[in-house]
């Protein structure tokens, strides 16, 4: 089984702002919001799009190809399956850290709520355009849930798609931090 790699452009990763800020915990209009909190808001957002560097390694294969223990309950029945990990990139772990290091953890604190955000949109971009390749699928799918022990992220990284620039931690937590494992299912052949 051969991974692919996909370079998304980093438009794909662009969060909506709404969802940028609710994760950052700032709900309501955005009109309300303080013209010097709303000017450092979108100075995180444009910084956001300057440091990331997504990449998604992935692999599809029939199901008969991955242990039990990586496919989930709910997959029951899929005749193939896509794994993918998702990342933004070590630069943008390390201006997180450099902000709060420098005593902005505001700043730290709104540009890793973007980050979390932004590692979504890229998912939800490429969930659908392996759906525009296949035939119905299941939902996607990250381990940690379920059957599925966080600590299959290692398998997945080092085994199965053999990416040497993630780090997988003994938790199952991966490095960069804005970096993702997802399943998706297939119950029939592509198209």
Same mark, same amino acid.
């Given at each position: 089984?051969?991974?692919? #790699?996909? %370079? !998304?452009? /980093?438009?794909?990763?662009? !969060? @909506?702002?709404?969802?940028?800020l ?5 709900h309501? *209009? ?5 013209? @010097? #909190? ?19 390694? %992935? ?11 990586l #496919? ?5 029945? #899929? /005749? *193939? ?12 772990d ?7 290091? *420098? ?5 730290a ?6 980050? *979390? ?7 939800? %971009? +490429?969930?659908?355009m ?5 035939n ?18 290692? +398998?997945?990284? @080092?085994?199965?798609?053999?990416i ?11 490095? !960069?931090? /804005? ?8 119950? %029939?052949?592509?198209?």
């Open positions: 089984m051969l991974k692919k #790699i996909y %370079h !998304p452009d /980093k438009l794909q990763c662009l !969060p @909506e702002k709404r969802n940028f609710a994760r950052a915990g700032i309501g *209009s955005i009109n309300t919001l303080d013209p @010097e #909190i709303l000017n450092r808001i979108n100075q995180i957002y444009l910084l956001g799009c300057q440091v990331i560097d997504p990449v998604v390694y %992935h692999l599809t294969a029939t199901a008969e190809n991955f242990p039990l223990e #496919i989930p309950e709910s997959f029951l029945g #899929i /005749k *193939s399956m896509t794994v993918f990990t998702s990342t933004l990139g070590f630069t943008l390390r201006v997180i850290t450099e902000l709060a290091e *420098s005593n902005r953890i505001l700043e604190f709104l540009l890793d709520a973007w980050g *979390s955000e932004a590692l979504e949109a890229l998912n939800r %971009h +490429f969930d659908e392996m759906r525009s390749q296949n119905s699928g299941t939902r996607r799918f990250s381990p940690g849930y379920g059957r599925v022990d966080i600590r299959m992220n290692r +398998f997945i990284i @080092e085994d199965l798609l053999d040497k620039e993630i780090e997988v931690l003994e938790s199952g937590v991966m490095l !960069p931090r /804005k970096t993702t494992t997802c399943l998706i299912g297939w119950y %029939h052949e592509k198209k």
